[in-house]
């Protein structure tokens, strides 16, 4: 069964979501929609190391909260919602060093006032490279 507010819901137009953001100066990009999961990937590259030359844990997190953020908004009604994050943890299990991570967003509850997903960050051999997890607030727009 679909999770998200709009049921024809695809990666058409997610452009926006990126723009002017983080997202967009990371790198990351919008690669699948699920009826209950969303993928994205970033690079790992000058904007996303650390000075080891590995991944930043930093990154790995925004990567997660974006995914996560934008799975909420997409389930919730925006005309009558807004959702922000509240807490955010990240395990960073495996070190990279170049090429392209991919993060993949999942519910672990998504209720009336907060959502929490599971983010799992993989490198280009299928590698779980950092577990995530984020709660996210759902907050009612003032009319």
Not at 84 to 112: D, S, Y
């Amino acid at each position: 069964m679909k999770i998200w507010f709009n049921k024809e819901q695809t990666l058409a137009g997610f452009d926006h979501w990126n723009k002017h953001t983080m997202g967009e100066h990371l790198g990351m990009r919008y690669i699948e929609i699920g009826d209950d999961y969303l993928k994205a990937t970033m690079p790992v590259d000058h904007r996303t190391r650390q000075p080891y030359g590995l991944l930043h844990g930093g990154a790995s997190a925004a990567l997660a909260e974006t995914l996560g953020s934008v799975a909420s908004a997409l389930v919730i009604d925006p005309r009558k919602f807004m959702c922000v994050g509240i807490e955010i943890n990240a395990n960073h299990v495996r070190g990279v060093k170049e090429g392209i991570v991919t993060g993949t967003c999942t519910p672990i509850h998504i209720g009336a006032s907060t959502h929490v997903w599971d983010i799992r960050i993989h490198d280009e051999r299928n590698k779980l490279v950092c577990i995530s997890r984020l709660t996210v607030a759902i907050l009612k727009k003032k009319d």
